[in-house]
Nanobody, 123 residues
């Protein structure tokens, strides 16, 4: 099974950018679709973005569309989330996840989760 480790979170001023990384290890990473989810304090975990096995098909939550970009590097077994124009509402723990199914917004379809990385946006 794939293991996932996120990095790249931190403290950023509103309007700024961050790039999250997710390093995979274990079984063949390229056969998995991948997703990013986030959980803000006191809220349910929510979908952010997803990409198919080759990274060509991507999906975004309406709240991040045109600001965030998901990408993957199947050679180096990494997934990225480029986050631009950040605002305080983006403050959350961000989780990388892998699914043996098609890329989906449904978090119940994801088999493997990372431990999360904190993103804090201040105004």
């Amino acid at each position: 099974q794939v293991q996932l480790v996120e990095s790249g979170g931190g403290l950023v001023q509103a309007g700024g950018s961050l790039r999250l990384s997710c390093a995979a290890s274990g079984r063949t990473f390229s056969s998995y679709s991948v997703g990013w989810f986030r959980q803000a304090p006191g809220k349910e975990r929510e979908f952010v973005a997803a990409a198919g096995w080759d990274g060509r098909n991507t999906y975004y939550a309406d709240s991040v569309k045109d600001r965030f970009t998901i990408s993957r590097d199947n050679v180096n077994w990494k997934v990225y989330l480029q986050m631009n124009s950040l605002n305080p509402e983006d403050t959350a723990i961000y989780y990388c996840a892998a699914s043996s199914n098609w890329a989906t917004r449904d978090q119940s379809r994801y088999d493997v989760w990372g431990q999360g990385t904190q993103v804090t946006v201040f105004s």
